[in-house]
């Protein structure tokens, strides 16, 4: 039973050099599909972590002064003494007043 050992294999006889092209080719477009790949990961991650705040910053979070009541984001709202405030003055006035 040694005969199953020398059977010839065409397709590797007769073109290594295709068969070496075709591997360089499946390796470099795998190479790039796995690049493209993570970029895309990197750049979904990326915004996603840019969009957080923004989202909070455009409306969704907003406070009230504790003075007027007037409502501003918390990202530019004045806190004081556990407090929220429109302004400076705001600020200095609510806790001035205590
Ligand atoms: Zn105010």
Not at 18 to 39: E, P, Q, S
Request: proline share 5%; net charge positive.
């Amino acid at each position: 039973m040694v005969w199953h050992v020398v059977i010839p294999q065409p397709e590797l006889r007769t073109e290594p050099l295709g068969k070496f092209l075709l591997l360089v080719a499946l390796g470099a477009i795998v190479y790039f599909l796995l690049r493209n790949y993570k970029r895309a990961i990197a750049r979904q991650q990326d915004a996603d972590r840019h969009s957080e705040p923004d989202a909070s910053a455009s409306g969704e979070d907003m406070v009230r002064c504790a003075q007027c009541g007037v409502h501003l984001p918390r990202s530019e709202s004045y806190l004081s003494e556990g407090k929220l405030y429109c302004s400076e003055e705001h600020k200095r006035l609510g806790s001035g007043a205590r």
